[in-house]
C-alpha cells in the first residue's frame, strides 16, 4: 500500500488481519521457543531473542512506514542507540548532533570513549562545522533533528551528501518527528532510530526502541547484534506499539496544532524570555524544517528567568504530568537541566542554551485553552524577586 498517504498506511499495513482468523489486531505470540518439525529445515522461528511473529509485525510495519527495508524493535530506545553504535570499532569517530538527547550523550561520552571510539559534539545546523568536524576515521553523522530540548533544525539531504562524499553513515533520531511527518531514509540517511516509548506508542505504557534501514549492510549487521545483544522488544509491548501507531497520525495532527495555539501565545508572556518551536517563520530553521518535514510537531521548549521561576512555575501549573518522557496522549512538561539532560554537565548543557531556566513541553490531546489558562495562572504564581535563606532578594526580575 505504499501509493496510499501514510494516514492510511499507518491503519492498513501488510498485518492488517491475521490471515488465519481473520482477527483485525496482531497475535500477541508470548512463546519463548517455537517447535521444530526437521531440525535439517527448521522453521522461521526457533527462539523469541531472535525471532517472534509478533515483533516481525511491528519490525516489518515501522520498516515501511520510514520507507526502509528492515526494522528492528529493541528494549527501549537507548537499546537502539546503543545496538546502533555497536556497528563502529575501535578507532572510529563519530560527528554527533551537539544538543543531543542525555542519554546518548552519557553513551557517546561515558562508554564509547572507554572501547576507543571518539566523538567531535558540532552544531549541525552549520555545514560548514560539520564538514570541519569530519576526520578520516569519521564512520557515523549521528543527527537529531529537531533537536532535544531546544529544537535546532538540521538540513538531513545536506548532512546525508557530506557523509557520502566522506564515505560515511548517517543516522537520524526521529524521535520527536516519528515517519508521520518526517521520513529520514527519503531524505538520504542510512539509519532511523525511534524512542518509540514516546509519539509512536504515544500512552505512557510501554518502553521501547525502533530502528529502521534501507541498507543491506547495515541490516544484516543490526540484526547479528540484535540477537547477540538480546535487548529485543518483547510480544505484548510490540502489540502495545502496534496498537499506538494506528493513532499516531490522529493524535500527532491533534497535539501540533494545540502546540502552535499555545507556542504562539506563550511568546507573548513578558515573563517567558524565549520560546524555541520549529513551526515559527522566525525560527532559525524555520524553512529547513518545511521542506524535510510535513508539520512542526507537538513539542516545544520555553525558558523563564532562572531555577526559582521553574520552581515556582511548575508548582502551580495543574494539567500537565511534570515528569520525563514526552509524546503522550497527556501534556508532559519537563525540565531537561535535571531530567532529560542530568547527565550532561552544567557547563556542557548551558553552552548548548539548556539553561537552568528551560522547560520543554510535549503537548497533549487536552483542550489548548485550558492548558494555556492553567500556565496562565502558574505564571502568575512567579515572585518578582527569588529569596535567599536571610530573606534578601536574590534574583530581580528583568
Given amino acids: 500500500m505504499t501509493d496510499h498517504s501514510i494516514q492510511t498506511r499507518l491503519l492498513h499495513s501488510d498485518y492488517k488481519f491475521d490471515p488465519q482468523t481473520g482477527a483485525v489486531s496482531v497475535p500477541i505470540n508470548q512463546a519463548s521457543t517455537f517447535h521444530q518439525q526437521d531440525f535439517d529445515q527448521p522453521g522461521d522461528y526457533d527462539y523469541s531473542r531472535s ?4 515483533r516481525k509485525a511491528l519490525e516489518d510495519t515501522i520498516a515501511g512506514l520510514e520507507s526502509g527495508t528492515h526494522g528492528f524493535a529493541f528494549a527501549s530506545g537507548m537499546a537502539a542507540i546503543s545496538t546502533s553504535f555497536m556497528l563502529l570499532s575501535q578507532g572510529d569517530h563519530i560527528v554527533i548532533t551537539e544538543d543531543v538527547y542525555g542519554g546518548t550523550f552519557r553513551m557517546v561520552t561515558n562508554v564509547l570513549d572507554r572501547f576507543g571510539i ?3 559534539f558540532v552544531d549541525m545546523t552549520d555545514l560548514d562545522a560539520v564538514a570541519r568536524a569530519i576526520q578520516p576515521n569519521t564512520k557515523v553523522l549521528y543527527i537529531e533533528t529537531p533537536s532535544n530540548p531546544t529544537l535546532k533544525i538540521t538540513d538531513i539531504q545536506a548532512v546525508t551528501k557530506l557523509a557520502k562524499a566522506n564515505e560515511c553513515w548517517t543516522f ?6 516519528t515517519p508521520a511527518l518526517q521520513r529520514p531514509l527519503e ?3 542510512d539509519l532511523v532510530l525511534h524512542s518509540a516509548t514516546k509519539f509512536i506508542a504515544g500512552h505512557s505504557d510501554v518502553v521501547a526502541g525502533l530502528a529502521v534501514t534501507g541498507c543491506p549492510e547495515i541490516a544484516e549487521r543490526l540484526g547479528f547484534l540484535q540477537n547477540s545483544f538480546g535487548s529485543i522488544l518483547g510480544a505484548h509491548d510490540c502489540w502495545l506499539v502496534l496498537r499506538g501507531l494506528k493513532t499516531l ?3 500527532l495532527t491533534q497535539s501540533s496544532r494545540s502546540a502552535e495555539l499555545i507556542a504562539e501565545q506563550l511568546q507573548k508572556h513578558p515573563l517567558i524570555e524565549e520560546v524555541y ?3 515559527f517563520s522566525c525560527h532559525p530553521g524555520s524553512s529547513t524544517h518545511s521542506y524535510q518535514a510535513d508539520g512542526a510537531g507537538a513539542v516545544l521548549s520555553f525558558r523563564l528567568r532562572d531555577e526559582d521561576a521553574v520552581r515556582q ?7 500537565p ?3 520525563v518522557s514526552l509524546g503522550a496522549v497527556e501534556s508532559i512538561l519537563s525540565y531537561p537541566a535535571r531530567m532529560s539532560h542530568a547527565a550532561m554537565p552544567k557547563a556542557e548543557r548551558e553552552k548548548r542554551g539548556i539553561t537552568d531556566g528551560l522547560l520543554r513541553l510535549s503537548v497533549g490531546l487536552e483542550n489548548p485553552e485550558e492548558l494555556l489558562a492553567d500556565f496562565y495562572q502558574a505564571l502568575k504564581q512567579i515572585q518578582p524577586y527569588a529569596f535567599t535563606t536571610n530573606g534578601r532578594p536574590s534574583h530581580e526580575l528583568t
Fill in 321 to 323: 504530568v511534570f515528569a
Fill in 118 to 120: 571518539d566523538h567531535t
Fill in 172 to 177: 537520524v533520531d526521529n524521535t520527536f518527528m
Fill in 277 to 279: 518551536y520549529p513551526g
Fill in 187 to 189: 531524505l538520504g540517511a
Fill in 249 to 251: 497520525h490522529t493524535r
Fill in 313 to 319: 512555575f511548575t508548582k502551580a501549573v495543574q494539567i
Fill in 51 to 54: 525471532g517472534n511473529p509478533t
